[in-house]
């Protein structure tokens, strides 16, 4: 039993939680606890994770927006008390609805264990069934009912962060462009914001992506990325891959690349499409945020490191020259050093020839922002410098690699001195060469003299154009 509060409680007795409702508080949150102290712990935390979603508390249960039942399963006819409780519940449920409002209840704590869903079978006003410690995952479950709805959640989080935007600054016009057809994510991983801010996965029609490609083509773009927080989530006609066949066969669109892509939605047919479609580039942002299985399960991943290592042989088996770029963050909640170590492990597995790295922030009404074990800020400053070193490393010896090949680049625009031009390989890396204007547009066929840490430098091969 947890030391807290030190309240006297008899099963059933509402729990008078901290009692202010917060300012902005747009919705009401009443939270029944039954049992021992650890259940008063765990309907404060409940409270707390809810705030930041516009919940604050009401005693009322028929003023309730969200009626969490937090049980407890230690007293003989525990159970049968909770769904009596259900069944008052699901009449003011049913006045709500006929008020033209909406009430959403949830079964947490201990019942919610030894029922699971049998609850929602004898009871179906109850829309969610949450275990114990499980309370962490209210936002996502909250979220997840609401958009089963068809609702928003209007959450308290900023309408835009630097995360829930998708590298903007690359290329707004010219010959390379973004085409965005997919949004939203489902994946709930506890650090993120993006499920909430940008709702379900959804995609667009192929058609409509077709058409739009069709028409940057005939404008002169001979390069799409792909755009979606969960792009290989596709799920139009064909998925991704289908898709990514499709748009090949549009002439003029020599090149097609994608981002950002889940490791948990790479399938064989993407996978194949890598080795089978030449417009397809060999460039993959494959996001792995961590290499400690521990801290991969507390962030909701879906995968494992060992997991993430055996998909990168099998895309490395059917396209050997495949760049592959990741995100990593550093310092989530409860990261002890051997986890961060089993980052760099990882890091050293893979080769990186790209990676994009963040110190874990809190985000309130995330999952994670409850959790306890916040690592300092200087200790993260420290691992996010070590990771940053060896995956500048790992950039600086694929681009030295390069040195000596020849690569199709498609120019893009002006380099920084005067005849020069700057394009992309197919590796993504910017790549100079004395060049005309005229080459902008085309892929040219370009030998690499040297290599720095953020791009190439070469010269015209024949003056050839290749593509
Ligand atoms: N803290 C740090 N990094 C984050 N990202 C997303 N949310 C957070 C957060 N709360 C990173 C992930 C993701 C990338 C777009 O931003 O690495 O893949
Ligand atoms: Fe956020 Fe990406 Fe995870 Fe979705 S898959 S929750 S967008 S980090």
Redesign the pocket.
Known sequence: MLPLGGRNLRAGTLTPITPAMSAHARKRLYIKTYGCQMNVYDSERMADVLAPLGYGLTERPADADLVVLNTCHIREKATEKVYSELGQLKRLKEARAAAGGEMTIAVAGCVAQAEGEEIMRRQPAVDLVVGPQAYHQLPELIARTHRARGERLAADFAPQTK?DALSPERRPGGVAAFLTVQEG?????T?????YT?GAEWSRPAEAIEAEARALAARGVREVTLLG??VNAYAGEGGLAGLIRRLARIEGLDRIRYT?S?PRDMDQALIAAHAEVPELMPYLHL?V?AGSDRVLKA???AHTAGGYLRLIETIRAHRPDIAISG?FIVGFPGEREADFEATLELVREVGYAQAFSFKYSRRPGTPAAALPGQVPEAVKEARLHRLQALLEEQQGAFNAAQAGRTLPVLFEKAGRRPGQLVGRSPYLQAVHAEAPDRLIGQIIAVRVESAAAHSLAGRLEAGLEIA
């Not at 650090?191 to 499920?195: D, L, N």
């Open positions: 995360f994510c489902d994946k709930f991983c650090f993120c914001v993006v499920p940008r927080q969960n950002t889940h996001p945020q962030m909701n991943r995100d």
